[in-house]
């Protein structure tokens, strides 16, 4: 038996050759590690660094300063932070401090706030349509760092078309803002899958939907903590 399949009056499929698409390169905010306009990932265990690293990264974009690799930040840009774990005042502010950020270009979401001042707290799965006209009010954002990356999942972050839903339109402000959303998560302890990119909590819709993967950990009998690259579909996948 066919299967027929609804028409939809007035749409067509709009196709375009290739050969009349523009190649574009891919922009970075630290080349090869954190790309413009995408969703990127920064998981690992719990205490191993993940939000001081994010602060860091935070802090040498705020202020145009050098990455951990040597490389040069090309140019200093707007940051806006929100964390659903840290205290802003008593740990965000001396963090960030501590790492020589501007503090007049990071920005942290405190809450909301309606025209005749009430206020009342941001809910990243249900408001985050309105960083648009928050980026705009700032004149532009470079990174939004979001501290856990599953708060902006309304339903089971188990579920592929769940996360996938509540992810669109994280994928959708990095594209419109060509900015890098830097998403902080853990890793499951389950030690079955191949790759440490599929051990991030949750759904593998995550990580499928990120296009850049690091992974934050305590180096054997030390102190001293790695970065490594665990996925990139835009660039090399290897080193730390």
Known sequence: MQRRT???PGWMVELTAAIDIPVEKIQWIWQDWLPRAKLSILAGAGGCGKTTLAIS????????????DGSKCEAAGNVIIWSGEDGIADTIIPRLTAADADLSR???IEGLRDQRG??????????FALLNEAAA??????????????NLIRG????????RQGLQMVVDFA???CCSVLG??????????????????????FSALARTVLVAGKANNSEARVLVRAKSNVSIDIGG
């Open 6 to 8: 609804p028409q939809q």
């Open 57 to 68: 990264i935070a802090a040498r974009l705020s202020r145009g300063g050098d990455w951990p």
């Open 106 to 108: 990071v920005h942290i």
């Open 118 to 127: 009430n206020r009342r707290q941001f809910d990243p799965a249900a408001n």
């Open 137 to 150: 009010r700032i004149d532009g954002v470079s990174l939004l760092i979001f501290d856990p990356l599953i």
């Open 156 to 163: 089971d972050m188990h579920r592929a078309n769940e996360v």
């Open 175 to 177: 594209e419109q803002h």
């Open 184 to 205: 902080i998560s853990h890793l499951s302890k389950s030690a079955s899958q191949s790759s440490v990119a599929d051990r991030v909590i949750g759904s593998q819709a």
